[in-house]
């Protein structure tokens, strides 16, 4: 169980990013966490394994206070929080084993992660984790010789080698096509539920986030706007969230994908015929 | 001066303030010339400038034909020459790589204190020709192969240690942020997160070098730091110009070699 | 999940040298290379030994650099170094101009062209030390045998990136001045000139700094500059003097630098 108290940051610049943020997460419930851009969906994520440092509030993962860690403790609790990028961020020009691998970086001396000498278990899970995101006939190849879909599970493959306790998802399928994105969110709620693992998976986009999450969270200029189930967000919780104008252009967005969708959908019967 | 005064028919659609202050600036470079041409040329013994055309003639004619039998000699200076430049290269590569990482922004465990140190070993290094460095240490520690090795070493720590921080510093962030997130140390990181992604870069920024260093270390030998510019050095010394011929021309074919070697290896690498 | 029939070791597969064979050979080879190399250099440690002392006076010259008591000869040397400097850079880079535009394949006839790529041939593959030795036993000791070096030495450099430059010009620009009817040089003039003069002001600049620190260094064969001061502080163990000649040539050398880049930034 993931608790923020009173969670604020403010950069050197001036600019406040969040502003008291308190909220908690329950084993097992992936959350979604929507808002316009600039709303402080990713730092708010980043402060959780403090990447970004927060200014204020508490962070408790399971009692654990992740706020003022030194540097090694902080290292021993970041193993335990498993993070998926927008961009993938795997290593590019290292094989997708090493990939996997490297989830395991902060259980193992360095000596062995330089000599690429893992022991014998964690291979043994990276393997079943490649072959549970359905890429085990990759290991060996290159990652950046993967298509954007089979990176990121490549990403999700290397957060779960990490045995996390919590999952951080930034913008999952912001780079991927619609068909895509909805596989990858499958795996990952599939993942998730196997594990009793609570996420937080910042998303933009609306439709994705009510057909697969649990809860939503709305930010709006680094305050929490809205909190509840995803039946209860409707338009006038949309438009506290993004906005009048906001709103209808992604509105309009939406329109369009669905209509991109339907015609695939069209397509691919037809192929079927 | 033709040259300049045509190129004023380019800058022509600037508004008249420009165009004036561009003449001033041409004139100005023109004084500054005209200036510095007469200051250096003050203690020019004009007889010997024209004379010098004889002069060429008179070498030229006694460089040909060349003296090929005197290649012989120059097999061992010539492997040496190579020694040179390879443990050179790898001397001054192994001293390159932990200056870039602690002179690269993103990778300093300091920057107020050992980035600026890098930086200064760094510009120091690449100031100062291999030339000037042999020089030194053939003063320092006497004639000889190790002298030019330790020159090479020396000179090449500037010129790999900028162009390696620089690719160190242009690493795609993300990858490193993934690292860092999954709990890993900071040497965890630097392995994990920055070497894959500057590993092409180093390998040609190395074998770069190398080329370069083939160059060098043929005329190290002018200055007693071994390798085949000290056939050179006594065969200008005698005025054995038959003989200089024959150097220059391996040196040019030497050249060309680890241009092309080097030129194959950077090509199969990226 | 295949449960635990999972393999439990993984190596990393060869990236470079995928075949087994080949990879061993080259690890040999490169071990048998490095002990021949190693064993060709024959070190007379006693006199390293001796050296130490001398390196450790030098070290102390560099710390502690004694400007004053050489001080007429440095500035003797400094002068003629920048001098030499700015004069080779302006007469090489207009030397370099016509060369450059013959060196073209777009803009000169077959015949032009290959003239002058082959002087850019020479010029590039003779280090400047040896064309130095060479102007030294034509024209004499002293600065201007220096500048002839230098001259020679950027004609390769500059005519080389300008002929490459105007090569990958934007060809339609120059097509839409020659339908005007214009002549040979209007379309040099109007089409080629302004595309490339920002970058020709660059690399002068750039070729500026580069003939500063080869002025430091053909003084060691009589070429006139501040290496001639230097190798003269050497030659006499002068290491606090030579220490202070150093401290000067990378300052000026890191304020060429830092200048150059700002005024190139300052033109484009």
């Known amino acids: 169980m993931l608790t923020l108290d009173g969670l604020s940051k403010t950069y050197r610049t001036g600019d406040s990013a969040l502003s008291d943020v308190t909220l908690s997460v329950p084993k097992g419930q992936i959350m979604g966490l929507i808002g316009p851009s600039g709303a402080g969906k990713s730092t708010l994520i980043r402060c959780i394994n403090r990447l970004v440092e927060p200014t204020a509030g508490r962070i408790l993962l399971n009692d654990v206070n992740l706020v003022g860690l030194g540097k090694s403790d902080l290292r021993r609790q970041r193993r335990r929080i498993g993070m998926i990028f927008q961009e993938y961020a795997l290593v590019e020009r290292l094989t997708v084993m090493e990939n996997v691998l490297s989830g395991r970086l902060g259980y193992v001396p360095f000596w062995r992660s330089f000599l690429r000498k893992y022991p014998e278990f964690d291979i043994q899970r990276a393997y079943q984790l490649l072959d549970r995101v359905g890429l085990i006939d990759h290991a060996d190849k290159r990652s950046d010789a993967l298509s954007g879909g089979q990176r990121q599970r490549v990403g999700i493959a290397r957060a779960l080698a990490q045995d996390p306790e919590l999952l951080l998802v930034d913008e999952p399928t912001a780079s991927l096509d619609p068909k895509t994105s909805r596989q990858i969110m499958r795996l990952l709620t599939e993942v998730c539920a196997e594990r009793g693992l609570p996420a937080i998976v910042n998303i933009h986009d609306v439709p994705l986030a009510q057909q697969f999450m649990q809860r939503i969270v709305g930010l709006r200029a680094g305050r929490v706007v809205f909190d509840g189930p995803p039946d209860r967000l409707k338009e006038d919780a949309l438009t506290t969230i993004y906005g009048e104008e906001d709103w209808n252009t992604m509105r309009q967005g939406e329109e369009e994908q669905s209509q991109a969708e339907a015609d695939a959908r069209d397509r691919i019967a037809a192929l079927a015929q | ?270 | 999940m295949t449960g635990t029939s999972a393999p439990t070791s993984w190596r990393r597969p060869p990236q470079i040298i995928k075949d087994r064979r080949w990879r061993i050979a080259v690890q040999i080879g490169i071990v048998v290379y490095l002990v021949l190399a190693f064993g060709s250099v024959e070190v007379n440690w006693i006199r390293v030994y001796d050296g130490l002392e001398r390196g450790q006076r030098f070290i102390m010259g560099f710390l502690q650099p004694d400007f004053s008591s050489r001080w007429r000869d440095i500035s003797q040397g400094l002068i003629e170094s920048l001098t030499m400097t700015l004069t080779s850079t302006v007469v090489g880079v207009a030397i370099s101009v016509p060369i450059g535009i013959g060196a073209a394949r777009n803009l000169a006839p077959r015949w032009i062209y290959y003239i002058c790529r082959s002087i850019i041939a020479v010029s590039r593959s003779l280090q400047e030390i040896i064309i130095a030795i060479f102007f030294v036993a034509m024209f004499g000791f002293g600065p201007f045998a220096g500048f002839l070096t230098l001259s020679f030495a950027t004609i390769g450099f500059i005519a080389k990136l300008l002929a490459d430059d105007i090569e990958e010009i934007d060809e339609t620009q120059a097509e839409a001045v020659r339908s005007t009817g214009a002549t040979w040089w209007q379309v040099v003039n109007y089409a080629v000139q302004p595309q490339v003069m920002p970058r020709l002001i660059g690399l002068s600049l750039y070729r500026l700094d580069i003939n500063f620190r080869e002025s430091a260094v053909i003084g060691i064969v009589g070429a006139g500059g501040i290496g001639a001061t230097l190798n003269t502080a050497i030659d006499r163990y002068e290491y606090d003097s030579a220490g202070a000649i150093l401290l000067i040539i990378i300052a000026i050398v890191m304020v060429a630098e830092y200048g150059s880049s700002y005024l190139r930034k300052f033109l484009q």
């Open chain 2, 1 to 270: 001066m033709t040259e300049i005064t045509r190129y004023n028919q380019f800058w022509s659609h600037r508004t008249q303030r420009e165009r004036l202050a561009l003449w001033i600036g041409w004139l100005a470079l023109v004084a500054l010339f005209v200036w510095c041409w007469q200051i250096m040329t003050t203690d020019t013994i004009w007889f010997f400038v024209s004379d010098a055309p004889r002069q060429a003639a008179d070498i030229g004619s006694r460089m040909v034909p060349p003296r090929w039998s005197y290649i012989s000699e120059l097999w061992v200076p010539l492997w040496d020459t190579l020694n040179i430049a390879t443990l050179g290269t790898l001397g001054g590569v192994i001293m390159a790589v932990p200056v870039a990482f602690l002179a690269a922004r993103n990778t300093t465990p300091s920057a107020t204190v050992l980035r600026p140190i890098a930086l200064f070993i760094i510009v120091a290094s690449r100031s100062i020709n291999s030339l000037i460095w042999a020089l030194l240490l053939v003063a320092i520690i006497g004639p000889g192969l190790l002298a030019g090795i330790v020159a090479i070493a020396l000179r090449s720590i500037g010129f790999v240690g900028k162009l390696l921080y620089e690719a160190i510093e242009e690493t795609d962030t993300s990858q490193t942020e993934a690292i860092e997130a999954t709990g890993a140390s900071g040497l965890q990181v630097l392995n994990y997160g920055i070497v894959p992604q500057i590993m092409p870069a180093f390998w040609g920024i190395t074998v770069f070098r190398w080329d370069i260093n083939i160059r060098e270390s043929t005329i190290l030998g002018l200055v007693g730091a071994g390798g085949i510019g000290l056939k050179l050095q006594a065969s200008l010394n005698t005025l054995a110009w038959s003989q200089v011929s024959v150097i220059l021309l391996l040196i040019l074919a030497t050249v060309v070699l680890s241009e092309w070697v080097s030129a194959r290896v950077r090509h199969a690498i990226i």
